[in-house]
C-alpha cells in the first residue's frame, strides 16, 4: 500500500518570472562583489603609495643618521666632546626610526597584498555570480519559449 505523493507543477509563466527573479538577484550580487573588488583595489593603491612614502621618508633619515654619525665622528677630536655624544645619540634615534619605518613599509605593503588578493576573490566570485546569472537568464529566456 503506498501512498502516491502529490507533485506540486508550477506554472511555466511563474517559472520564468521566478527565474528572472533569481538572475537578477545573482546580477546585484556580481556588480556588488565588482564593487567591493574596486574599493579593495583603490584601498590597495592608497597603502601601496603609503608604502612609498613611508620608504622614501626611511631612506631620508637613513641619509641623515648617516651625515649626522659623520659630523660626530668628526668632531670626535674637537673640544666639543658634549655635542659629539647629542649627534651620536641622535644619529642612533635616527637609524632606529629608519628601521620602524622600513617595517611599517614592510607592514603597509604586505596589507596592500593581502587586499589585492581580496580583490582577485571578490572578481571572481562575481564573475562567478554574473555566469550563474547568465545561465538562470537563458533558462527563464528557454521556459518563456516553451510557454
Known amino acids: 500500500m503506498e501512498v502516491t ?3 506540486i507543477v508550477e506554472d511555466p509563466y ?3 518570472l521566478r527565474l528572472q527573479e533569481e538572475a537578477h538577484g545573482f546580477e546585484v550580487k556580481a556588480h556588488r562583489a565588482i564593487l567591493e ?3 579593495f ?3 590597495a593603491a592608497r597603502l601601496a603609495l603609503k608604502e612609498k612614502r613611508l620608504r622614501a621618508k626611511a ?3 637613513v641619509a641623515r643618521s648617516t651625515s649626522l654619525g659623520d659630523r660626530a665622528y668628526a668632531m670626535l677630536h674637537e673640544e666639543q666632546a ?3 655624544e647629542l649627534k651620536l645619540e641622535k ?3 635616527l637609524t632606529f626610526e629608519a628601521e620602524a619605518l622600513r617595517q611599517r613599509a614592510k607592514a603597509v605593503d604586505s596589507q596592500a597584498e593581502q587586499l589585492r588578493i581580496a580583490a582577485r576573490g571578490k572578481m571572481r566570485e562575481s564573475s562567478e555570480l554574473l555566469v550563474e546569472a547568465k545561465r538562470l537568464f537563458l533558462e527563464a529566456e528557454a521556459a518563456k519559449a516553451s510557454l
Open 59 to 61: 631612506s631620508a633619515h
Open 82 to 84: 658634549v655635542y659629539k
Open 37 to 39: 573588488a574596486r574599493k
Open 5 to 7: 505523493r502529490t507533485r
Open 41 to 43: 583595489e583603490a584601498k
Open 91 to 93: 644619529s642612533h634615534q
Open 14 to 16: 511563474q517559472r520564468v
